[in-house]
C-alpha cells in the first residue's frame, strides 16, 4: 500500500478559525458547561483541520463530513 504525502502540512499553516466555527465551538461549551477559552477553541478546531487533512490521506475515521467530525468526535470528547 502506497501511502501519499500531503500537498502541504496543515500544522505548519496559520488559519484563523471562521466566526460560525467558534460560535458553534461556544455554543458546545456552554451546552455541556464548559468554558472554553479562546487559545482551546483555536487548539480544538486546529485539531478537527488535522484530522480532516489527515483522514483524507490515511483513512483515520470512516467520518468524511466536517460537521459531523465536530459532532462525532469533538463534541463527543468533550462530553
Known amino acids: 500500500m502506497s501511502e501519499r504525502a500531503p ?12 466566526v460560525n466555527e467558534l460560535y458553534a465551538l461556544d455554543v458546545l461549551g456552554k451546552s455541556l458547561g464548559l468554558k472554553i477559552s479562546a487559545e482551546q477553541a483555536t487548539a480544538l478546531l486546529q485539531y478537527l483541520r488535522l484530522l480532516k487533512h489527515w483522514n483524507a490521506t490515511y483513512n483515520l475515521t470512516s467520518v468524511r463530513d466536517p460537521a459531523a467530525m465536530f459532532t462525532h468526535h469533538l463534541a463527543d470528547c468533550l462530553g
Open 7 to 18: 500537498s502541504e502540512d496543515p500544522a505548519r499553516s496559520v488559519q484563523l478559525p471562521a
